[in-house]
């Protein structure tokens, strides 16, 4: 409680202040002009927690979960920074950039960050465009309150692809073996050099733009073509480990893991998660797959409680799917087993739980035990 009554936070030099976070965005203003506009936006964006000085109180913020507070905003940037994906700033763009520097990290971490003028004339993206969603935030603002989006990222300029956003919207990820050239590929995109795309798996609908590609970005059917063309850049999507005498394309290129690999497992009671992902692991670098690709985990709903599977999709945030006796045995199996059928009322575990998923007749891998583990393997089309 501050001297006007009201209940607020007090922003002092030397301290984080405590803030009720329950969004995973944050929208602050210091003006009158400001505190309107962003109490209107609140009201559209439901998942956005709304911040502004005392002074501006009209007396239902505790109803509607609104903050006060008072002293310098640029102590308020402590306490956001760390825990909303997004800020939602009502303060002026040259204010904006000297009270965030001091708390700026890293475009990995640091939130999106977006500036409305006091006339709301223009939202503007500021920090992590790409990484930390601060255009699409933009945009998505400026619709809300009738603004001009402000974007100055070369690759939404030009309408060409975002190297360290490339198949995000479907779950691509990028190896850590190619990270360190995010940065001189997102130069090759954008300045039109020959960059080559050789795309093995995953989701083909990519482009984003209703604008034709550049004739720069040149797809080719595999890495040992793409390589032969020299080109200054590519971009490689594939789930497979690549061979030594292609490892030269990533010179200046980003390998992306696409999430298309479905596995089907089946173990023993209390297998340890130690042991199933290690029969992962083997299995996979067998095969030549990255475990980066793994989409899925499938099984018999006996084992949906399964510990040791559940701490190996929960470690890697893979999907867990279970499926009744009678839905395994809806699909051909190469290798049904009665004893299986005996204890568990299917005639397999692994094999019909990675068809089911994937909705692949023939799997990579149909079968194969080690210890406790039985593994099955498919990749998507």
């Known amino acids: 409680m501050n001297q006007t009554g009201v ?91 000297r009270m965030i520097a001091p708390v700026l990290k890293d475009k990995k971490t640091d939130p999106g ?57 479907f779950g691509w990820t990028w190896d850590p073996i190619s990270e360190k050239k995010l940065t001189p590929v997102s130069a090759s995109v954008v300045n039109e050099e020959h ?38 850049a590519a971009l490689v999507i594939t789930h497979r480990q690549l061979r030594p005498e292609e490892i030269p394309i990533l010179d200046n290129g980003v390998l992306y893991r696409p999430k298309v690999i479905i596995l089907g497992i089946g173990c023993n009671r209390g297998t340890s998660a130690e042991e199933i992902e290690n029969v992962i692991r083997e299995t996979l670098d067998h095969l030549g797959f990255s475990m980066q690709s793994v989409k899925a985990v499938g099984t018999i709903d006996l084992k949906k409680d399964e510990e040791g599977l559940l701490a190996v999709c929960s470690k890697h945030g893979w999907e867990f799917v279970y499926y009744t006796p009678e839905e395994l045995n809806e699909m051909n199996i190469e290798e049904p087993s009665d004893t299986v059928y005996k204890f568990t009322g299917a005639y397999g575990v692994s094999e019909p739980a990675c068809k089911r998923y994937s909705g692949q007749e023939k799997l990579v891998l149909t079968k194969r035990k080690s210890g406790n583990v039985t593994i099955s393997v498919g990749v998507l089309a």
């Open 195 to 232: 960059v080559a795309i050789v795309q093995e798996s995953g989701e083909k609908d990519w482009w984003m733009h209703d604008t034709p590609m550049p004739p720069s970005l040149k797809i080719y059917d595999s890495i040992e073509e793409a390589l032969a063309a020299g080109p200054d």
């Open 113 to 169: 960050v977006v500036v409305i003028d006091d006339k709301g004339r223009h939202a503007i993206s500021v920090l992590s465009g790409h990484l930390g969603g601060a255009n699409e935030l933009t945009r998505e603002v400026a619709a809300l309150l009738g603004a001009q989006p402000v974007i100055t990222t070369a690759s939404d300029v030009q309408k060409t692809i975002p190297v360290d956003l490339f198949g995000r919207r």
């Open 7 to 97: 209940n607020a936070i007090e922003l002092t030099e030397g301290t984080v202040p405590e803030i009720r976070q329950t969004g995973r965005y944050a929208i602050v203003a210091i003006t009158r002009h400001g505190v309107e506009m962003a109490r209107s936006l609140a009201k559209q964006f439901p998942d956005a927690d709304l911040y502004y000085m005392s002074k501006f109180a009209r007396g239902d913020e505790e109803q509607q979960g609104i903050q006060l507070f008072t002293g310098s905003v640029r102590l308020l940037f402590p306490a956001l920074f760390p825990v909303y994906e997004g800020l939602i700033l009502f303060i002026s763009l040259g204010a904006v950039v």
